[in-house]
């Protein structure tokens, strides 16, 4: 029908493995599981960290409400007298 048969797939393996050998194909499985396995861990590590941080560096009580007077020099006051 067009579709690629199970003979075409097993042709295919069959070359591969003639080509590569066991041996480089078992490393390179065990390679691919790592990486996916690395890249679980990771996205895992992120989200749990994002859940729980906050959004500020700071606690509430750290900032204070009294307002600085403004600075007054004397070199402004001059400039106004002028």
């Known amino acids: 029908m067009g579709g690629i048969s199970i003979w075409s797939l097993l042709l295919i393996a069959l070359i591969v493995i003639l080509l590569f050998g066991t041996g480089k194909l078992k ?3 065990a390679d691919l599981g ?3 396995k690395g890249f679980k861990k990771a996205v ?3 989200s749990s960290v994002e859940k729980n941080s906050a959004d500020a560096d700071f606690t509430p009580e750290q900032i204070s ?3 600085e007077e403004p600075v007054n020099s ?3 006051q001059e400039v106004k007298k002028d």
């Open 65 to 67: 409400t009294k307002a």
């Open 34 to 36: 790592g990486a996916i």
């Open 44 to 46: 895992n590590d992120d």
């Open 74 to 76: 004397k070199a402004s």
């Open 27 to 29: 490393t390179l499985g």
